[in-house]
């Protein structure tokens, strides 16, 4: 009884520095524009959901540990999506698409000479936003809220989505931005 509960305390703590690592290779992909960085910041994640799909659960610790855990694993979910989205828009559009100098896309109106306009501002803040949002609805039992995130977004950004660049690459980071806070609000629902 002893040892295992002493393994899984360790399990635990080994869990909440690999996750720690993440966030710091997730904030350096950020900042230093090395997105692929970011790649790492999955690993925590996949071994704690294929721990709890194979058992069932995380291996219960303290539940202080525990609750770091789930604070970790909350702030990775929400620090490490701003770069996941940029390497996997970075990967679907091979560049085609300039950016802006306040995070959007430039875009060019086919019906004026004016020039390029940046829309999809504030991509990065919307996106912290929303995955939050997500982690803790699925946390508190509420997986239904999530139909209501992305509805509130389709909507803020729907007159901004005229322009076929501009709606593929809404539609490819709001999937990217959701699919990696769904797999981190897995992980905390296994270790809660």
């Known amino acids: 009884m002893i ?29 230093r524009d090395r997105t692929w960085l970011v790649a790492a910041s999955a ?33 990775l979910g929400v620090i490490a999506g701003s770069p996941i989205v940029a390497l996997v828009l970075r990967l679907a559009t091979r560049g085609s698409v300039p950016l802006g100098i306040h995070g959007g896309i430039l875009v060019k109106d086919a019906s004026t000479p ?14 912290y936003l929303e995955r939050l949002a997500l982690i803790g609805a699925v ?17 803020g950004r729907y007159s901004e989505l005229e322009n076929a660049q501009a709606r593929e690459r809404f539609i490819i980071g709001t999937l990217a931005s959701l699919t990696w806070a769904g797999a981190c609000a897995g992980a905390v629902l296994f270790v809660w």
């Open 3 to 31: 040892a295992s509960t002493a393994l899984e305390t360790i399990a635990a703590v080994v869990a909440i520095l690999g996750v720690a690592v993440g966030i710091v290779l997730a904030v350096l992909a950020h900042h």
């Open 114 to 127: 004016a020039p390029d306009r940046e829309i999809l501002r504030g991509g990065s803040t919307i996106g």
């Open 139 to 155: 946390a508190a039992g509420q997986a239904a809220a999530v139909a209501v995130i992305v509805a509130i977004k389709g909507l």
């Open 43 to 75: 690993v925590p994640v996949a071994v704690i959901l294929l721990v709890g799909v194979i058992t069932g659960d995380f291996p219960g610790a303290h539940p202080v540990i525990a609750a770091v855990l789930v604070i970790s694993l909350t702030a």
